[in-house]
């Protein structure tokens, strides 16, 4: 059975950082592209970075390039997000998922095909 478990979510204060986890099981981890959305209270989701299948090739969204980091352990099976520099309105659901978009589809929700359950990262003095 196919599964991601999103995990590594809580509140830290603005400024801080979190690392998310993202464990994967019945499936390879590094034959597909992995990435990060996030939803915020009252706004619709939105894609945060991508590690595309095969090789290491990152991409981020302009909100979070430059204090977020994307990266996968292979051995674990389990990919990450490392996220620093921490602002209020990184405040959200975080989920990852799996498919094989093309690169020009990496944003869309709808070529990831099986989704962690998502994390709360609360960012609030």
């Known amino acids: 059975e196919v599964q991601l478990q999103a995990f590594g979510g809580g509140l830290v204060q603005p400024g801080g950082a979190l690392r998310l986890s993202c464990a994967a099981s019945?499936?390879?981890?590094?034959?597909?592209?992995i990435s990060w959305f996030r939803q915020a209270p009252g706004k619709e989701r939105e894609w945060v970075s991508t590690?595309?299948?095969?090789?290491?090739?990152?991409h981020y969204a302009d909100s979070v390039k430059g204090r977020f980091t994307i990266s996968r352990y292979n051995a674990k099976n389990t990919a990450y997000l490392q996220m620093n520099s921490l602002k209020a309105e990184d405040t959200g659901i975080y989920y990852c998922?799996?498919?094989?978009?093309?690169?020009?589809?990496?944003?869309?929700?709808?070529?990831?095909?099986?989704w962690g359950q998502g994390t709360l990262v609360t960012v609030s003095s």
């Open positions: 998922a799996r498919g094989r978009p093309s690169l020009g589809a990496i944003r869309n929700e709808d070529k990831h095909y099986d």
């Open positions: 019945g499936f390879t981890l590094r034959e597909y592209t």
């Open positions: 590690i595309r299948h095969g090789g290491r090739t990152t």
